[in-house]
T-cell receptor
Framework: GAVVSQHPSRVICKSGTSVKIECRSL??????MFWYRQFPKKSLMLMAT?????????EQGVEKDKFLINHASLTLSTLTVTSAHPEDSSFYIC????????????FGPGTRLTVT | EDKVVQSPLSLVVHEGDTVTLNCSYE??????LLWYKQEKKAPTFLFML????IEKKSGRLSSILDKKELFSILNITATQTGDSAVYLC???????????FGKGTRLSVIA
């Protein structure tokens, strides 16, 4: 089956620093990847849709200058949380779309970000 | 605005019980409904439902969609402690958001 990895799985950083999270589709090419954020006991919230070779599409309320997304290749998308603050602490999950079918998303294992 | 509502929000059952989880939705131009199981990490895909009245089964899990009444149920029979998880329902519409998630149902199965 399709496998998506994320790195790192867990990161702790200081307020004001930037953190990069990688999302890779390991055995398939993904034109489209998605970035979600999940707070404890809450549902997944779509942050942005990342398309290879073009700018990401951000959901309303998500600051694109704070959450930089780069989809440099068909197997890699990165999310950079810039100038992180404690309120950015969360669980970030990416997914990759298989074969252009948006229902067939395969999720990465997630990255837990803690900003101190 | 597209909306997906799951109930109950949480549920505690004993091993061997049967549970039914509910998902209702209001979306523009519905295409599919999906169920995911989320344990400590990211969700894993369970079912995709597109047509009304056709039950999907996988072991002790089954699910069915009612497009007239706009809901789906996920049944788990003979529950085991390993079924403890958050079950997420998501809907695909032809709107801009590829997946609209419900808040999930947290199922706890106790021995």
């Amino acid at each position: 089956g399709a496998v998506v990895s994320q790195h790192p799985s867990r990161v702790i950083c200081k307020s004001g620093t930037s953190v990069k999270i990688e999302c890779r589709s390991l055995d398939f090419q993904a034109t489209t990847m998605f970035w979600y954020r999940q707070f404890p006991k809450k549902s997944l919230m779509l942050m942005a849709t990342s398309n290879e070779g073009s700018k990401a599409t951000y959901e309303q309320g998500v600051e694109k200058d704070k959450f930089l997304i780069n989809h440099a290749s068909l197997t890699l998308s990165t999310l950079t949380v810039t100038s992180a603050h404690p309120e950015d602490s969360s669980f970030y999950i990416c997914s990759a779309e298989l074969g252009g079918r948006s229902y067939e998303q395969y999720f990465g294992p997630g990255t837990r970000l803690t900003v101190t | 605005e597209d909306k997906v509502v799951q109930s109950p929000l949480s549920l505690v059952v004993h091993e061997g019980d049967t549970v039914t989880l509910n998902c209702s939705y209001e979306v523009t131009n519905f295409r599919s409904l999906l169920w995911y199981k989320q344990e400590k990490k990211a969700p894993t895909f369970l079912f995709m439902l597109t047509s009304s009245g056709i039950e999907k089964k996988s072991g002790r899990l089954s699910s069915i969609l009612d497009k007239k009444e706009l809901f789906s149920i996920l049944n788990i029979t003979a529950t085991q402690t390993g079924d403890s998880a958050v079950y997420l329902c998501a809907v695909i519409s032809s709107g801009n958001t590829p997946l609209v998630f419900g808040k999930g149902t947290r199922l706890s199965v106790i021995a």
